[in-house]
């Protein structure tokens, strides 16, 4: 199956520009058999900012709002699964950093960002929830959002979840992330699909170079720093069902669980 991800340079604060971007970015996904696109983090309201009130004008609630309204029609027309970021509002007037799927039968799941980075803890509400696993298409996919990156717990428990292709919605700003995204793949056996943003908002400068890997840590697909593009990929996703790094070596069976009851002190 072909799977994608759509390198874009959202527009500050101009989120229906924004969703026809997006639109454009699926009919040419669709249009070459892709079955899977992952989109950046915040890609409907831009990332940078200055105020929770400036936010929370943009803010929108799932799965009712615009934004993923138009995804859902827009997987059911192209019979596609798609998942990207936005600014979600809660029932209590909260605003979630969040990643919403949609598949071609309709809405799926809204995941909200566990690991804030900088100013975005005066912005957002933390999440509480780990991401759900969906078996679509014949296979199974999570999502992390942009910083989830640099806690491998969490990556591992969606493997250990059933987890074989991981979509990234990203506005990284960091050089590692796209490095760690590679060891992340190897140490789970998993694909990653991390969709990253380009452009500059205020003082921030997005980095680009989103990517796919396989379970072996190979580039699939690779954008670079400054261009919008879409970047597709052929994967078998049963590739990550093999968790065996060697003929005798098993990431998962090979594991001492009761010597790593630090990792949830």
Same mark, same amino acid.
């Given at each position: 199956?072909?799977?994608? &991800?759509?390198?874009?340079?959202? $527009? =500050?604060?101009?989120?229906?520009?924004?969703?026809?971007?997006?639109?454009?970015?699926?009919?040419? &996904?669709?249009?070459?058999? +892709?079955?899977? +696109? +992952? =989109?950046?983090?915040?890609?409907?309201?831009?990332?940078?900012?200055?105020?929770? $009130?400036?936010?929370?004008?943009?803010?929108?609630?799932?799965?009712?709002?615009?934004?993923?309204? #138009? !995804?859902?029609?827009?997987?059911?027309?192209?019979?596609?699964?798609?998942?990207?970021? #936005?600014?979600? #509002?809660? %029932?209590?007037?909260?605003?979630?950093?969040?990643?919403?799927?949609?598949?071609?039968?309709?809405?799926?799941?809204?995941?909200?960002?566990?690991?804030? =980075?900088?100013?975005?803890?005066?912005? @957002?509400?933390?999440?509480?929830?780990?991401?759900?696993?969906?078996?679509?298409?014949?296979?199974?996919?999570?999502?992390?959002?942009? @910083?989830? !990156?640099?806690?491998?717990?969490?990556?591992?428990?969606?493997?250990?979840?059933?987890?074989?292709?991981?979509?990234?919605? &990203?506005?990284?700003?960091?050089?590692?992330?796209?490095?760690?995204?590679?060891?992340?793949?190897?140490?789970?056996?998993?694909?990653?699909?991390?969709?990253?943003?380009?452009?500059?908002?205020?003082?921030?400068?997005?980095?680009?170079?989103?990517?796919?890997?396989?379970?072996?840590?190979?580039?699939?697909? $690779?954008?670079?720093?400054?261009?919008?593009?879409?970047?597709?990929?052929?994967?078998?996703?049963?590739?990550?069902?093999?968790?065996?790094?060697?003929?005798?070596?098993?990431?998962?069976? %090979?594991?001492?669980?009761?010597?790593?009851?630090?990792?949830?002190?």
């Amino acid at each position: 199956m072909k799977v994608a &991800a759509a390198q874009i340079h959202p $527009r =500050f604060s101009r989120p229906e520009e924004n969703r026809q971007i997006v639109r454009r970015y699926c009919q040419r &996904a669709a249009q070459q058999d +892709v079955r899977l +696109v +992952v =989109f950046p983090e915040l890609c409907i309201t831009g990332y940078n900012f200055s105020s929770k $009130r400036d936010l929370a004008s943009l803010a929108e609630p799932v799965p009712e709002g615009p934004t993923t309204q #138009l !995804w859902v029609n827009l997987a059911r027309t192209n019979e596609i699964i798609i998942v990207g970021g #936005l600014a979600e #509002l809660g %029932d209590k007037g909260e605003i979630f950093n969040s990643a919403v799927a949609v598949g071609p039968k309709g809405f799926l799941s809204c995941y909200r960002k566990l690991h804030l =980075f900088g100013s975005e803890a005066k912005l @957002f509400s933390t999440g509480d929830q780990i991401p759900k696993i969906h078996s679509l298409l014949g296979f199974k996919f999570s999502t992390i959002v942009c @910083f989830d !990156w640099a806690f491998p717990e969490l990556t591992r428990i969606l493997m250990l979840e059933g987890c074989e292709v991981l979509c990234h919605p &990203a506005n990284l700003v960091l050089p590692l992330a796209q490095r760690v995204m590679i060891a992340r793949s190897i140490e789970n056996r998993i694909f990653t699909i991390t969709a990253n943003r380009i452009g500059t908002e205020d003082t921030l400068t997005f980095t680009g170079r989103s990517q796919i890997i396989n379970p072996n840590g190979d580039v699939l697909a $690779r954008g670079r720093a400054r261009r919008t593009q879409l970047l597709i990929a052929e994967i078998d996703p049963t590739k990550a069902r093999n968790k065996n790094l060697t003929p005798t070596n098993n990431i998962i069976t %090979d594991r001492r669980v009761e010597l790593y009851k630090r990792l949830v002190t």
